[in-house]
């Protein structure tokens, strides 16, 4: 399995070359990918403020480790198809990789995949900040081993 920079930049690269329209298509399909969230994580919700707060989308987000593999667990909002998707690529670079490698996703992947232009600055404020989020809590768990 490929690490977490490498698996990024793969998904990185199939957003290189398209167009605007087509940038924002390919975050839908990657919407619709994202697994709904458990049943158990539900109730957790109203508990623990797991909200990325920046994002002016209802974004929850859990980071944990099993058996020191990542796992990104996530609620995106359905009416924000293109947050859902960029959720879902990290979802993809990051699940079942190293917990320790997820500090490696670079700060600037939105300008990377060409988003930054293309979502303007108020929701790139927001993609940034579940980025940090991201990184944050798989930083910490990493940290406690």
Not at 14 to 40: C, H, I, Q, T, Y
Not at 91 to 97: C, E, M, S, V
Request: aromatic share 4%; hydrophobic share 45%; glycine share 8%.
């Amino acid at each position: 399995m490929t690490g977490v920079s490498d698996r990024l930049d793969e998904l990185v690269g199939e957003f290189a070359d398209l167009d605007s329209r087509e940038k924002l298509e390919l975050l839908v399909d990657f919407a619709n990918g994202l697994a709904p969230l458990p049943a158990e994580y539900v109730a957790r919700k109203t508990s623990e403020d797991r909200r990325v707060h920046e994002c002016q989308t209802p974004v929850f987000l859990w980071t944990e480790s099993v058996a020191g593999s990542a796992r990104l667990v996530a609620e995106v909002a359905p009416e924000a198809p293109t947050v859902k998707g960029f959720v879902a690529v990290l979802a993809d670079a990051i699940n079942g990789r190293p917990v320790g490698e997820v500090a490696s996703i670079s700060d600037d992947v939105l300008d990377r995949m060409g988003l930054a232009a293309v979502l303007g600055i108020l929701r790139t404020r927001g993609l940034r900040a579940i980025v940090a989020r991201i990184k944050r809590g798989f930083a910490e768990r990493a940290a406690a081993g």
